[in-house]
């Protein structure tokens, strides 16, 4: 019963966001075009480190990209916690058997899977970035994306749940999300960046996924994963599996 419940709910969320048009294509189109522009304007007057000749902004750049269009995704999906609140049908589920948690999971999942495709397709644009991903690289892309997705879905829907206008749910996104991509290492490395903001980066989970983001797209076929995967990954699962049971807990808290 509850299975079926949350996917349901999931189902309902990826057809919802389907069908709104003007979503899908600010989710993917914005990102894309900031990588275009901002990549081909700053051109290769980036100095990364490890590199002895200045790196194409485009291929530095594009891991943050992708980071980008899963917390688009999140958002987007999100806040139809609160329009389902306006409509009536948040209460509606609510009295059901089992209707927090399913509707927790139904939206987690819906967010995800959404996150996941938009992201693979971005995936699709990376030799254009001189990335070239084989079979094995991209296992592991869609595990570390799919746990972005999970924990960055489920930081939304923690904004959102308290919330009772998009407008207010925006506003908070902007002073949360907006500066944790900032501070992953997508715009800019971090070894480049005062102490304290690498202090800040440091403390932002977001840092490791975009980390094995970029380490994954510069593994080449034959080449090692890279060293520090492992430890990636085990920051970005422990992340979010603290903010899905922090919903867990503002679900069955509230009234």
């Known amino acids: 019963m509850f299975m079926q419940a949350s996917s349901s709910l999931a189902l309902r969320e990826i057809v ?17 075009l900031f990588w275009f522009l901002l990549g081909s304007g700053v051109g290769r007057s980036l100095v990364a480190p490890g590199f002895r000749e200045r790196t194409d902004y485009l291929t530095y750049f594009f891991p943050g990209i992708v980071l980008l269009i899963i917390l688009f995704t999140a958002i987007f ?5 609160i329009e389902d609140r306006r409509e009536g049908f948040l209460q509606g589920v609510l009295v059901a058997p089992n209707g927090r948690s399913a509707i927790l999971f139904g939206k987690l999942i819906g967010g995800t899977l959404l996150a996941v495709f938009q992201a693979l397709v971005v995936v699709l644009l990376a030799p254009y970035s001189d990335y070239h991903p084989d079979a094995r690289v991209l296992f592991y892309l869609i595990a570390i994306i799919s746990i972005l997705a999970v924990g960055l879905t489920a930081l939304g829907f923690l904004i959102a749940w308290p919330m009772d206008s998009t407008q207010g749910f925006h506003a908070l ?10 501070l992953s290492g997508a ?8 102490e304290w903001i690498r202090t800040l980066m440091r403390l932002n989970p977001l840092s ?8 994954l797209l510069a593994t080449r076929p034959g080449m090692p994963l890279p060293a520090d995967l492992s430890h990636d990954f085990s920051i970005v699962c422990a992340s979010t599996l603290l903010l899905v049971m922090a919903c867990a807990f503002q679900v069955s808290r509230r009234s």
Not at 77 to 81: A, F, G, I
Not at 187 to 194: E, H, N, Q, S
Not at 208 to 215: N, S, V
């Open 77 to 81: 999906s999100t806040v139809s916690v």
């Open 173 to 182: 996104i902007n002073l949360f999300f907006v500066p944790l991509w900032f």
């Open 16 to 32: 919802r966001f389907l069908r709104q048009k003007n979503r899908v294509i600010g989710a993917m189109a914005t990102p894309v």
């Open 187 to 194: 715009l800019f490395p971090t070894a480049g960046a005062a």
């Open 208 to 215: 490791y996924g975009h980390e094995a983001l970029q380490g």
